[in-house]
């Protein structure tokens, strides 16, 4: 059961244009959002993070939106930069507060690909 | 500050063997994630710790198991290995102040079983 989906798992980007990044998830329990970046033969590294109680959260070239009817996250990187190739994970956690920000629940990876 | 250091960064081992990874926390944060990644199933959760007590499980079964030191490291221990055991594992930490403490991931350790 899949509970957090990124059901694009690759996209192509022009350096300079908005990249798109969208992750759907099925628990609406869900109240704290993160994306990650990862490069080959490294860990994922933090990138940004949401609450529920928010609809958008800003850090610098990246915003996260969340839609919590619709259940779905997005992450807009602008501009894109060909550094920003790697694969992004979005991922999930329930209430609970520090009790449950160790268990994220992530989704299956999206590869970006930014042309120069 | 030092990220979060895993040792070693690979390992080959063989069928029934035991392992046993290492884990060095970001200075000052007291809780340790474990994740297994693997290409068919994604990163997924193994168990976390705070304080030297196991605070949170995934599905996986008894043969992995891990422990936390009172300096916060930590170690995994996978025993009985079978091939489908080959992945990354990943260790990540926190500040472990709730939702301003995302988990800070090391390199993993790349374990080989044949």
């Known amino acids: 059961d899949q509970q957090v989906k990124q059901n694009s798992p690759s996209l192509s980007v022009q350096e300079g244009r908005i990249s798109i990044l969208n992750c759907d998830y099925t628990n609406s329990m869900f109240d704290y959002f993160l994306w990650y970046k990862k490069y080959p033969a490294e860990g994922p590294t933090f990138l940004i993070s949401?609450?529920?109680?928010?609809d958008k959260n800003e850090d610098g070239r990246f915003t996260v939106f969340l839609n919590k009817s619709a259940k779905h996250l997005s992450l807009h990187i602008v501009p894109s930069q060909p550094g920003d190739s790697a694969v992004y994970f979005c991922?999930?956690?329930?209430?609970?507060?520090?009790?449950?920000?160790?268990?994220?629940?992530f989704g299956q990876g999206t590869t970006l690909q930014v042309k120069p | 500050k030092a990220g979060v250091t895993q040792t070693p960064r690979y390992l080959i081992k063989t069928r029934g063997q035991q392992v046993t990874l290492s884990c060095s926390p970001i200075s000052g944060h007291r809780s340790v994630s474990w994740y297994q990644q693997t290409p068919g199933q994604g990163l997924q959760f193994l168990f976390e710790y705070f304080s030297e007590t196991q605070r949170n499980k995934g599905n996986f079964p008894g043969r992995f198991s891990g422990r936390q030191f009172s300096n916060s490291r930590s170690e995994m221990n996978v025993s009985t290995l079978e091939l489908g055991d080959s992945a990354l594992y990943l260790c990540?930490?926190?500040?472990?102040?709730?939702?301003?403490?995302?988990?800070?991931f090391g390199n993993g350790t790349r374990l080989t079983v044949t």
């Open positions: 949401i609450s529920s109680i928010k």
């Open positions: 990540a930490s926190s500040a472990d102040r709730g939702y301003n403490s995302p988990l800070h």
């Open positions: 991922a999930a956690s329930r209430p609970g507060g520090s009790s449950n920000t160790g268990k994220l629940i």
